[in-house]
């Protein structure tokens, strides 16, 4: 903790390294112009007046730091390279520079086997060249410039033919080009990678959401995403980071295409702003973790995991001086949410003067707070208009994830089920209702079973008559609590039901309840479920304390019209 | 968000302000002497070189800053006073000029119908007022200082009349003293309390063990407190902050005694080492809620509720310089320790130096991640003389707190458990196990389940034959999932027991097993704790794999051997 840490550029991403390093009382020096965001909450470090890209301002630096890293890729690495021989550089100047040149960038990937959009580099900006492209990827494509392209500024979507000419005027002539094929995604997906000594290792699949290019929202876990496909998302953006020298943070973004293939699509060698939600919502945050892998401090995979669900909202300069600061205000309103400024002073339209992020027992309670300032920040704005970079279409659907599944033998249970189904959502219990038979779609019960748990799911309710096997098999196949009910057949008293439901071997545990009882199983899903919840559980006592008030009032009126009037009222 | 903050003193906890402040860039003006803790994280603010307790510094500060307020209470209130014309102070000089003297806090309190220990004010520092005071308070008795005491300075126990020269020699010939009735307490217990314009809020009941009668560790929520006490201990430190004017967040330290009598030991009108914790454990800081209340921003109670049980260790100055940087180099093997150092320079002994953080989704795993710390902490200590401050008992008995109740009408139902138990500690799932009968027991039956959710039980199994009346009572008072077991009577088939379990009335859940099955019981148990525990679910997730390879292995077995080999073993 002794080790003095110098950073190229003070925006926030430095700022935020430095709370981090605040914390622990380690000394960090900043390069940058003025009082920059991070210079504001240090006067641990010595910070150096100059631009991160001159060259006589990082030698100073690199005089009086033990390590150098950076928050920005921008800089100049032929100056890193130089003090490389006497200050410690993370990550490598040659990550650096590869990572500046997006096409490099993706070929070095694509050469090592990690899945990359295919990309073609343009000769010169010209409509030949362009022309050469769209036959090699094909049309639509997405032009773009090699260097010092962010926020989406140096990108261009091309259509048709009739957009080139447009798209090279975008790009201002800029001769570093190249052309990527039109990546059809589902949503973007980004993942923080830290690359310490030894490991690799990943924070959680974070969902990505832009606004005209630039980063507006992410969602953590990302939602309508499955835990198989998470995973992935991970060894993909291990394996990308795995390919660059060096220690530090590396912020991964991907395409998720309809067809649930991955495919990276950029790499930052830095703190990212899809890792601003790990602050409040992982053990340990972005920043902690740079300066971890940076340090050689300490770092396991278990130190990544999320705490609890988060939504990240950028906020970003408006149409009027102050439209950050309304937004920041009204976040205020609700102090679930955490507001982070930047101190950046004048804000221009677009530039990113802070964020919220706000972390929930639930997603869905991390999205209902987060909606009005959602609302605020879309207020007067133009409906995004689709397509231009894949608008991502799973919003509304994934909103409210199922914690409870409903399965059933057969469609001929559901009217038995209606009771149970009312008490979920009366208790506001997002749930899936599902057919699927042990005996006729063994193979499809199989695969519902086994994911159930990495679906998000928390509890099974499963219904099923005769020879009843579903909650068992359901049971067999699942790690997580299985209630059966079970439903009187057309024949017979039920009691082949009840019995092949409830006489489980020892070893594999179904929570019965009795003959078409799905208002008890429902009942029992909420307690299990607040078990672990306490706002659910506050909601279960509501429940109780109504049912108790109910049967009070009963005996009351029972004493006030006496038993025979009570009977003819019953009667009628 | 644009209002300046005035702090005087400059300490850690001064620092932690600022850390809350600089989120939202809200500019801190920090008076204390050089480069104190709370100025290295901020050159936002202005910052003014002197004492806390100089007049002209004081009055500096006032002139550059909208509202000021205190780190610490040994300030001079006659300035406070002065510039309160022309400057907001919060709390009020009036709040802090009263709690400075401990004893007309107490007599504030008191007159207000809080409950304190009895104290008597020595009007000298001589053996008559001690024997005086003896015979108003008892003995032992404590006698501390009216002013200038915290961390157990000021503070001397008295066991009999030979313990008074002395205490009286212990505490200097000060003037200023007062003797307090001995508080025979179980558990010390802290409540930080906000004070903002238009309600007084309380944060969690945090359990505080003190050492050397300086705080040494807090636990939170408090261990073995029940949730009815718990929620008396915030009530009794809102009314006890609810005495006193201004604005702001105040500690309240609590005994319980050993009849459940809560007291107030003494309140402190800032933020407190006893709600560290809430920096990573809350959905708001102790800092933020401070900043909150002193600005007038919006605060709710709920924005005071745990996200996660939590422990905090303070780092002290050691034998040696270094050993608190020994103590922060080693919490940072585990990096779910959140630590803090406080960049206070020279270390001395029993000095606060920093402080530790861990939260958990459990209690149990919190304590388990700290215990290396506090092991190295005590490492070479000696053993703590019992009773000094009446050294809490519980530490030991609250370390697995039991996530599941395994109760039953009979112990003569105990053997039938014994598989099932055996599950539970396999899977190192705490629990508690007791004999309470429906018909023979009906009060304890009712007491114990309706409070069994508020002392952290999740999951109850209950055991019964017969009329089987105990799972749908204890279900009938309890808002947590409930699993039967149904008991073979020495009479009959069992189907008695089954019945009865199991055809519970709609609206009133019981989860039943089969006859005599308490390996289920417990299975689903586990699976029931597993929903809201990734931990525990991946413990079940190996022991399906494990049952797995075990049939597996059979199957394998049996086609090498053959049916009749097979069949032969199986007969041995």
Redesign the interface.
Known sequence: ?DKRVGVLGGGQLGAMLV?AA????IPVNVLDVG?SSA??????GTHIEGSFKDPEAIKKLADISDVVTVEIEHVDTTILEKIAGTVDVQPSWKTIRKIQDKYAQKQHLHERGVATAESVALKTASMEEMEKASRDVGLPLMLKSRREAYDGRGNYPVRTKDDFNLALEALGGNKDLYAEKWANFRVELAVMVVKTKDDVLSFPTTETVHENSICKLTYTPARGVSEAISQKAQELARKAVACFDGKGVFGVEMFLLEDDTLLVNEIAPRPHNSGHYTIEAC??SQY?AHL?AILD????Q??LQL??PAVMLNILGGEAKDSH?KI??AA?????L??????KGQARKGRKMGHVTV?APTMSEAERRMQPLIDLVDEGKPAQPKGVKGQPANEESAKNKPLVAVVMGSDSDLPKLA?GLKILRDFNIPYTARVTSAHRTPYLMAEYASSA?SEGI??VIAAAGGAAHLPGMFAAYT?????GVPIKPSLGDGRDS?LSI???P?????????LN?S???A??AV???????EAI?ER??RY?RE?EAAVKEKDRRLQEVGAEKYLESMAK
């Open positions: 903790m709370e605040n914390q622990l009382r009082h210079k504001q909450i240090s006067s641990i053990r340990v902690e971890s401090l300490p770092l396991q278990e130190d705490r609890e600061l920041a205000q205020l309103k609700d102090r679930w955490k507001v982070h400024l930047y101190g972390c009771d748990a928390k509890c790690p997580l609590p299985v209630i009840v409830l006489n489980m020892r070893g594999v545990p179904v929570a019965t309840v009795s009882n208002t008890n199983a009942l029992l307690r299990i479920l607040g078990a672990g919840d559980r279960y006592v109780m049912a």
